[in-house]
């Protein structure tokens, strides 16, 4: 009998132990889905900010050029000496025949710099894809501004550098210290991300380019970046 019992109480003790499991996954599932949203959202607020500054009338004049958008609303970037930044974005991607855009597929950019950099910068990141080259890069697992494709500031006062970019990087700068060089940074897929925010196994290409993946929680993100071209 006592060695029923003890079976009867393992058995018990197993299941609470999985019940904890399945409860301790779901919270951090939850967790994780804040994040995200917050950083959809965050990126909706950026891209509104975007369009209502100055850059935005080259913006408009060129929409039929950009391909893609990645937007990263906050870039942190300190140190002293050494330094490095880092961030995570949303890319949305852009129809050229409908002009609709994407749901957001998800990003990380990081790099390390060397120079005497004192204190914190944070910055608001908006990357335009101006060649198919350059949205070609994002649909990889990893690749780097500069290196793999070329990088230039937007088009205001930079000269034929910007004419003939893959990517066009504009930054709103906040912090102890002005001005941004994306050269050698690093940009890669947050696939986790990806599957976690749209319930299910997908990829980039899924996402920006065969939209075969949709959460409504992203509209007011993709109706800010819609305005680029308004």
Do not use: C
Not at 8 to 29: F, N, Q
Not at 36 to 49: F, G, K
Not at 51 to 70: A, E, F, H, R, T
Not at 120 to 146: N, Y
Request: glycine share 14%.
């Amino acid at each position: 009998m006592s060695e029923v019992i003890n079976r009867r109480a393992a058995l018990a003790g197993l299941a609470s132990g999985m019940a904890g499991l399945a409860l301790g996954g779901a919270a951090a599932h939850a967790a994780d889905m804040q994040k995200i949203q917050r950083l959809v959202d965050a990126a909706a607020l950026a891209a509104e900010r975007f369009v209502g500054g100055v850059d935005i009338v080259w913006v408009k004049q060129n929409i039929g050029s950009v391909k893609g958008v990645l937007i990263l609303p906050s870039l942190v970037k300190g140190g002293f000496i050494f330094g490095g930044s880092g961030g995570s974005g949303t890319l949305l991607g852009r129809d050229p025949v409908t002009s609709t855009w994407s749901y957001p597929s998800f990003h990380t950019l990081g790099s390390a710099t060397f120079g005497l950099q004192i204190g914190v910068e944070v910055s608001e990141i908006v990357l335009l894809m101006m060649s198919q080259r350059g949205m070609d890069a994002m649909l990889s697992t990893k690749f780097t501004l500069g290196g793999d494709i070329s990088v230039a500031a937007g088009p205001v006062g930079v000269g034929a550098k910007a004419a003939t970019a893959d990517v066009l990087a504009f930054s709103r700068t906040k912090g102890l210290y002005g001005g941004l060089n994306l050269e050698g940074a690093v940009i890669t897929q947050r696939n986790n991300w990806n599957d976690a925010y749209y319930g299910r196994r997908v990829s980039v290409s899924d996402i920006v380019v065969r939209r075969d993946a949709q959460n409504p929680d992203a509209e007011k993100l993709r109706h800010a970046v819609a305005a680029l071209g308004q």
